[in-house]
């Protein structure tokens, strides 16, 4: 196991290359296209392994295993990638990118077939936004840096319906598109605000803080501090396990208590808040939007209760999974600490629990999921079991 960021082989990968017919390819240039997990602060991603080559049978194999890595440069790892990409190439053509688990047992099928397109962008958006991007064409691809002229290009795409995403610390923007064998296709997308959002959480317990989340259709932007909070909590945790001395924490970003005011362009409105609470998080989503105004300042403020006014939901539940909470005023999605256990205060109310299988994703209400019905009271603590894992 490495600790520096390189890829290291353990694992061996096989796989086929073949033509449209299904006939083997010999010489066909097999990559590792995944995206790689950005590094914090910002460092060098680390580097694939050099393409393989197929054999007369059209055969090729990887010697690779997941690494694992210093994610923000204090010494905290990490484990990746969580999937791989990978992309042929032989005579002109490419194939579609086929994904795959590290350690996956299955033989991998790549048909090379198509004459590849390419997309030629550019991003509009402010100079500190466009530092940070860089651009993903999914399913798969690798992000690619965005020039200083906001200008970038994605090469060798197999011909179809494709999703570009720019995305950087604090926003995101995304665009579908079709490309076209042999042909450029051009996108441009766009981040140029037209009003701002100045919003704060206020009465936050002790040693919790807050950010807020504008959307829109096809994009999203945040205050940064939500990145630099997810980097305390995992150092802090990692402090508490004796995995990492005190004076790591010397080292991280300081975690303001109020979020920043956010430019935003036409049709963004605030939807949700991300609170983190000491041990574990919330996205807070909510059930009214709040629309910025063009051309002008929209002040929010999301007043949390007061201690006194709280009761306590806490549980336990396998790592990977969140829980979210459907409340009368707000929808909460707690993500459980590494041993799957929670225990957050919350505002008294009827709420409806259920499982996710991915900490970060929100299933809205108007789609049909398993759930039981948790009622939280002022000043008690109620405990969660056996909660129904949605899909």
Known sequence: MTQDGCWSG???????????????????????????PPTFPPG?????????????????TFELAPVIGDQWGVGVPFVHPFF??????????????????PDSKDELLLRVDARPGRIVGSLRCSERLRAEASVTVGPGLAGKPVGADGRFEVRDLHPGDVLVLATGASFSLSKPVVVKPGEDTRVELSLEPSGVVDAVVKNLP????????????????????????????????????????????????????????????AGAAVTRAHIHFPGSRAWVYLKKPIVVRAGATTKVEIEWPSKDALGVVKGKISPGIAIK?????????LEPRENG????????????????LRAASFVPDSEESKSIPVTIVKGKTVEVRDVPLSS
């Open 341 to 356: 256990s929670f225990e957050v205060a919350l505002p008294p109310g009827r709420y409806a629990a259920s499982a996710r």
């Open 206 to 265: 002790e040693g919790a803080s807050a950010s807020i989340f504008v959307e829109w259709d096809g994009g999203m932007v945040h205050d940064p501090f939500s990145d630099s909070g997810d980097l305390r909590r995992h150092v802090e945790e990692a402090v508490a396990r004796g995995e990492l001395p005190a004076e790591a924490l010397a080292s991280l970003p300081e975690v303001a208590g109020a979020p920043s005011p956010l430019e935003v362009p």
């Open 10 to 36: 353990s694992d061996r990968l096989l796989g086929r290359v073949v033509d449209e017919r299904g006939k083997p390819i010999e010489g066909a240039e097999v990559l590792i296209v995944s995206e790689l």
């Open 325 to 333: 909470l459907a409340g009368p005023d707000a929808d909460v999605l």
């Open 44 to 60: 060098d991603a680390p580097t694939p392994p050099a393409p393989a080559r197929t054999d007369a049978a059209g055969r090729f």
């Open 84 to 101: 791989l990409a990978f992309l042929a190439r032989a005579n002109g053509l490419v194939s579609s990118v086929v994904i795959a688990e």
